[in-house]
């Protein structure tokens, strides 16, 4: 890795935060201990202590008590291996979960390695070693559950191999190799998930291919940070809502890439993974810049003792542009300039697979608009359609400057059994219709269906956005529900039973944070219709609603609506 300046308020920062979570873990190991915790919990805090104890510029260089709580906490950690080498969890017998915890405890023996350690953690060392032996076979042989598993668990494989080489660790690796990264042009991973981008896929491809010399794979993570810098929003998180995993509901903050950011910033003098490096590290998520040690700075001192080069200096940051991205793999748009940022999202995989589960894409919001501190989290249309739920679209197009979203949904009324096909027992195949299950022996009745067709435009233009709906029947009712961030004000709206609001006219507003989102919408319908999750949720007695201030305007009964939001 390129250049020898260190860059001093970063690591002092780093040392700092490192020291605020390890005087905690000091405080707390009695009651860790005591508990039940999980076997990552208790690697991840001795990695953290023997960072600290480790490091000169540490208030706990060398302390003794650091050591001693370090080695309590690998001990504990021994008696939790199974007598297979793996440790249970959530799952039994986890070769992925495992691996997460052989991930640390490799990098706290790198850190216990060299003639400056001191005396007080060298009996650490072999205690990990024979925890790491333990594993080492099992997670070599072992399976997995999830695409990225695979690469938790060859980064394991490959730490494991530079301790205690063995051409069996790297063929393993290159096992799971050999059936291809997991990543689009686009830079967007199957399971298109910055969650597991972040503690996943890109740190584990990265540690493969420095420790195995596997260029291919840091130009694969490379790509991913390109997707990330283009789906930040302004207000300090990524977009998540294409997700097929558990982070599709929530946001997950820019903060903790900041890393990976940094090392590719300094390896391959990247002018604009630099940009995002150093407003992660100045502004922060809670604001309070360098004022206090950053959290998300807690784990990175063990990072940049085993690889000094990421306490560089960063490149010239490259100047922040107004850019508009479209990944195709996801079926997302977001464009950004400024304080302005807008996502639009086409790409459920709902429409194809009709199930509602993790693994897949499924959250029915297609529009957000970011204004400075007016946020409209989400836009979804609900409708009333057979139970089937809001508008999912699995086709997503740029048409004439339009991002252009369609969805066609279909339900039947089934007609009696022919002859050759009835029984007079009346048992009959239980099936699935794709809306619901019964012993009706679906496939071979002839069946009267009816078809929902919806297409929602969006054009985004310069602080503002345009969005059009047109449903095909026009008669289903359906209604657009508009999710605003809480903490702001709504004008023009009154309340609703349901917890909502309706426009008192065809226009309202919503303000927070000296941002504004005013709406203006052409034509409406007869009030009444709430958000409808479908039967999918309903028959769990479950639903997925959207949180926030939510105004609903229902579509007129031509099906066809145009809404514009305009910002400042």
Request: glycine fraction near 12%; aromatic fraction near 8%; charge should be negative.
């Amino acid at each position: 890795m390129p250049g020898s300046r260190t860059d001093t308020a970063f690591l002092a920062a780093v040392a700092a935060a490192a020291d605020e979570r390890a005087r905690g873990l000091l405080a707390g190991v009695d009651g860790l201990l005591a508990g039940a915790p999980h076997h990552r919990e208790v690697m991840s805090a001795a990695k953290a202590l023997v960072a600290c104890a480790v490091h000169p510029g540490s208030a706990l260089f060398a302390s003794a008590e650091a050591a001693g709580a370090a080695a309590r906490l690998v001990d504990f950690l021994a008696g939790m291996q199974g007598a297979n080498g793996l440790f249970d969890g959530e799952n039994l017998a986890s070769p992925p979960d495992t691996a997460f915890t052989i991930n640390d405890l490799c990098d706290a023996y790198g850190l216990l390695q060299g003639d400056s350690v001191p005396e007080s953690l060298r009996p650490l060392a072999g205690a990990l070693e024979l925890i790491a032996a333990a594993a080492a076979g099992p997670l070599r042989l072992g399976g997995v559950h999830t695409p990225n598993h695979r690469w938790e668990l060859s980064a394991a494989l490959a730490r494991l191999n530079a301790h205690w080489p063995d051409a069996r660790l790297v063929a393993r690796v290159d096992q799971w190799l050999a059936e291809g990264v997991d990543i689009a042009p686009d830079g967007m991973y199957s399971e298109r998930s910055p969650n597991y981008s972040l503690y996943v896929s890109n740190p584990s491809l990265t540690a493969i291919g420095v420790l195995l010399d596997r260029p291919e794979l840091l130009d694969a993570v490379c790509r991913n940070l390109e997707a990330v810098a283009a789906t930040a929003l302004p207000d300090g998180t990524v977009e998540t809502v294409h997700s097929r995993r558990q982070d599709q509901r929530g946001p997950i903050a820019l903060a903790p890439f900041l890393m990976q950011f940094r090392r590719y910033a300094i390896a391959r003098g990247r002018g604009d993974f630099a940009a995002v490096a150093a407003d992660i590290f100045a502004q922060g998520l809670d604001g309070r810049g360098l004022e206090g040690p950053l959290p998300y700075l807690a784990d990175a001192l063990a990072e940049v003792l085993l690889e000094p080069a990421l306490a560089g200096v960063l490149p010239e940051p490259e100047a922040p542009q107004a850019v508009s991205t479209v990944f195709p793999s996801a079926g997302l748009a977001v464009a950004r300039d400024g304080a302005f940022a807008v996502t639009v999202f086409g790409g459920s995989d709902y429409a194809e697979h009709g199930w509602i589960r993790s693994g897949l894409s499924s959250n029915p919001t297609f529009l957000r608009v970011y204004s400075g501190g007016a946020v409209l989290d989400s836009v979804r249309l609900s409708r009333d359609f057979f139970g089937m739920g809001p508008f999912r679209a699995g086709e997503f197009a740029l048409e004439g400057g339009e991002f252009v979203l369609r969805e066609r949904v279909a339900a039947a009324y089934y007609q009696p059994l022919p002859a050759e096909h009835r029984r007079a027992d009346g048992d009959y195949a239980l099936m699935d219709d794709g809306r619901f299950s019964a012993s009706m022996d679906f496939a071979h009745r002839p069946r009267d269906a009816f078809a929902l067709s919806t297409e929602a435009r969006v054009r985004v233009g310069e602080g503002e956005v345009r969005l059009g709906v047109e449903a095909d029947p026009g008669g289903v009712r359906q209604v657009l529900e508009l999710a605003f961030r809480e903490g702001g004000e709504l004008e023009g709206v009154r309340p609703l039973a349901n917890g909502g609001f309706e426009p008192v006219g065809g226009a309202f507003a919503y303000r927070r944070g000296g941002g504004l989102i005013a709406v203006h919408v052409d034509e409406t319908g007869p009030a009444g219709l709430g958000y409808h999750p479908g039967e999918d949720y309903t028959h769990l007695s479950g639903t997925d609603a959207a949180e926030g201030l939510r105004v609903y305007v229902p579509l007129p009964r031509t099906g066809r609506s145009t809404l514009v939001l305009r910002t400042r």
